[in-house]
């Protein structure tokens, strides 16, 4: 029987454990569960050791569970935790470790409370999204069809956008064009914003409607086979001022640079300094005011994140976003984002949507 990609990545997350002097990992976050054991449903635990893996759910997943896992399965009625725990005891497993950045305090407590005699709770970093930072090929299929997707609903709607249309009417259209080439959901809020509001770089859509003469922001990601795409563009509906379309070279600019900086070997800083540095020479490198990308897979915020004090060294294989912006209160805002696969000795950038600031 050949082995599953969950039991490969298991494989290496136990030789993690190893080093660690640990005997199990508690896997706690769906994500990671989904990463690790194949399973989709809402709620769910995952116990690794060395030797084997034990999926915890409820009733409402037992047969999609045994569907989707090659672990072994244990079906809990009500809160999972005293099922892990009680497992864990017969397995004589004493140092567990747990997801720190990703269980509740009150979760800490409850599974304090049900340790038996020479257990322990071990905090462990981010070793799971450590090794989801480099995709596999089926990984990369499924972002290259998520971005296809996202920017297929993003053309549908362009030109149908007209003056007058509201900013929520328009991220429903994206939405529902997006679901219509195969999306499973919107891999985050669509993020609609026209006029100033184009300043507020995470600008909820509201009922304000698209006026002439306007630039208009559009941010929106597929989720597709579980993975996500992310992409920002900036439209000018009729006439935009010479000064916003100034900011937009600028920012175009900006992204091109880091872009072109992006390759294995290179730092994570590197490629943040390289957006902006550009926009520093158009004196707007203050008005930049997030980081420059993150990674993208399961979740639509992972490792790396490409920013000023991030050391992380790319590697071919990590797929992540290149988006700086510049806001300028009470009057405009540009991002341009792009999904990209790095490479060897460049990156390839996913996203087919044209970067020049389309007219509507
Ligand atoms: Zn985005
Ligand atoms: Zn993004």
Not at 11 to 24: C, F, I, N, W
Not at 120 to 141: F, H, N, V, Y
Not at 187 to 200: K, M
Request: proline share 5%.
């Amino acid at each position: 029987l050949a082995e599953t990609i969950q039991a490969v990545r298991r494989r290496t997350l136990a030789g993690v454990l190893a080093e660690h002097k640990l005997d199990a990992f508690l896997v706690s976050s769906l994500p990671n569960i989904r990463y690790l054991s194949g399973f989709t449903g809402s709620n769910g635990a995952l116990l690794v050791t060395p030797e084997r893996a034990r999926l915890f759910t409820d009733p409402r997943y037992t047969i999609q569970a045994a569907e989707q896992t090659d672990t072994a399965l244990t079906i809990a009625r009500g809160v999972l935790w005293p099922a892990v725990i009680y497992t864990a005891a017969r397995l004589r497993l004493r140092r567990i470790a747990f997801e720190r950045g990703r269980i509740s305090f009150q979760t800490h407590e409850t599974l304090k409370s049900l340790l038996t005699l020479g257990m322990s709770l071990e905090p462990a970093p981010a070793w799971i999204e450590e090794q989801r930072m480099i995709k596999s090929d089926d990984e990369i299929t499924a972002i290259r069809r998520s971005v296809a997707v996202n920017s297929a609903a993003y053309h549908s709607v362009l030109n149908r956008i007209r003056p007058g249309m509201r900013e929520f009417e328009i991220a429903a259209e994206l939405e529902y064009h997006m679901r219509c080439a195969g999306a499973e959901k919107p891999a985050f809020e669509t993020i609609v914003a026209s006029g100033p509001r184009t300043a507020l770089p995470h600008a909820s859509p509201t009922a304000n409607r698209v006026a002439l003469n306007q630039l208009l922001l559009i941010d929106m990601g597929a989720t597709c086979d579980g993975y996500t795409s992310d992409m920002t563009r900036v439209a000018a509906v009729g006439k935009p001022k010479p000064a916003w379309r100034r900011i937009y070279r600028a920012v175009l600019e900006s992204q091109e640079a880091a872009v072109a900086a992006v390759r294995e070997g290179v730092t994570c800083a590197a490629v943040d300094r390289t957006a902006r540095k550009t926009l520093r020479a158009y004196g707007l490198d203050r008005a930049f005011v997030h980081s420059t990308g993150h990674g993208l897979g399961l979740e639509i915020h992972e490792l790396p994140r490409i920013a000023k004090s991030e050391k992380t060294i790319l590697k071919a294989g990590m797929v992540i976003t290149i988006e700086p912006g510049a806001y300028i209160e009470g009057d405009c805002g540009v991002r341009i984002e792009d999904t990209v696969l790095v490479g060897k000795m460049g990156c390839e950038v996913l996203t087919p949507t044209p970067r020049d600031l389309a007219a509507v």
